[in-house]
């Protein structure tokens, strides 16, 4: 471990870091115009040119907000739960490659933070921790609509990790490795998304419910259950909840871009903004579904998962097995 | 060389702070995560063992999956700070009998010459070793046999799970 190495990964993820918290507000503001402008309305637009600034104006309010623990809550673990969500999603954020390598000041450096050979793996076991988060938010809470949230989200986050993970692995016998870097290299010519359309499906699918997204967002579901697990939060601990999803966003679509849809290639453009481009894409097509569906029924949603996303995800890895095999 | 003993003594060190947390806390759901703890400290070090595909499947499989379930028993029942379950002769001598046979079982490990050799010279890693190309190939070779009863194994808890769910009761 040499010094410049040393240095190099310092910067790098400070740059990654920094643009994922930094970017968080700017999505927030985006998924508010687009559902206005979806809904018939015109969404903020009174801080700043068109409302800008409104997202920048929420957080400060959320600093300023009182910071309210309930009296019979578990304080330690009410306190460490919003902070694994996001660290969850951070961790995450490092292995997805934003670039091919690059020749920078005579070094040969590789556009993601840290180089996993097997980041396919990391990125799902570190979101897999990042359940948690909710759920021991949930029972910290000592109320039984942050409870009832909490026991939801760790069946529905369960449930649905199968489908995703099975609909990687399909891409995963086509390419042969578990790289990200190495997968996203590979679709110069052909995006997996082609031949693997409906593991793209699945893995899209399963992808908004694991962040708990509409029309999968029965952890919270105002309507029912009060704001689910994050009924008792407050302050900066809710925002902590917030950023940890859109995080966790940009995680399953920086994934989905990689794995499916030719990770950072493109014609013209450099390779970081297409990077960027498609990350925009698919947080649209997110917000898109939430104004478009309404939620399940929670029997519905866990019927699903079982019964028709995992055995589609089972049945296309025979096939894509079959089909590798025989080639 | 100093960086990999320091991450080891710290993972060993969180390992072991966690399962001592794990026998002594009073709330089963602290004991709970402490286990995760556990887990995690514990892939932690596969890593340093160029084991990252082990290390990864630990956390996915056994921190992330199995002790959600875990969890997820332990808030429907919502015990806190229940008496401890067994504390009667028959169980804890059996608990102690067991303690001295795992102790005794991997001192006699440690302490056998084919260890000391593999301390005295840290030996050379080879190449590919612990990726899952590796892994899979002892593992559908060599170990093909325990693999698959192991699987059956599996099935058969599965299907037992499912007859005890749908027993219709009274």
Known sequence: MDTAFLIESAIKVHIVLGFVLLVVPYIVWMERKVLGHMQDRIGPERVGPFGLLQTIADGIKLFMKEDLVPAQADKVVFIIAPGITVVTALIAATVIPWGDTVELFGRTVALHVADVNVALLFVLATTSMGVYGIVLGGWASNSKYSLLGGLRSSAQMISYELAQGISLVSVVLLAGTLSLAEIGRQQAHLWYVVPQFFGFLIYVISGVAETNRAPFDLPEAETELVAGFHTEYSSMKWAFYFLGEYANMMVVAGVAITVFLGGWQGPVLPPVVWFLVKLTAFLFFFIWLRATFPRLRYDQLMAFGWKVLLPAAILNLVVTAVVVALW | ?170
Do not use: D
């Open chain 2, 1 to 170: 060389m100093l960086i990999p003993a320091f991450l080891f003594a710290m993972f060993a060190g969180i390992a072991i702070g966690c399962s001592l947390g794990v026998i002594f806390h009073r709330n089963p759901v602290h004991c709970a995560l402490l286990l995760v703890g556990v887990l995690l400290s514990v892939s932690g070090l596969f890593i340093l063992l160029n084991a990252s595909f082990l290390a990864a499947l630990q956390v996915l499989v056994y921190a992330g999956a199995i002790m959600v379930l875990f969890l997820f028993v332990l808030m429907l029942l919502n015990l806190k700070g229940e008496n401890p379950l067994l504390t009667r002769g028959a169980a804890k001598g059996f608990g102690i009998l067991f303690a001295i046979v795992v102790f005794v079982e991997l001192l006699w490990t440690v302490l056998s010459p084919q260890m000391e050799g593999g301390m005295a010279a840290s030996p050379t890693v080879p190449t590919g070793f612990g990726s899952p190309a590796a892994i899979g190939r002892v593992l559908y070779t060599v170990w093909l046999y325990p693999f698959e009863i192991t699987s059956i194994l599996l099935l058969i808890a599965v299907i037992g799970a499912v007859v005890l769910a749908k027993r219709k009761f009274g």
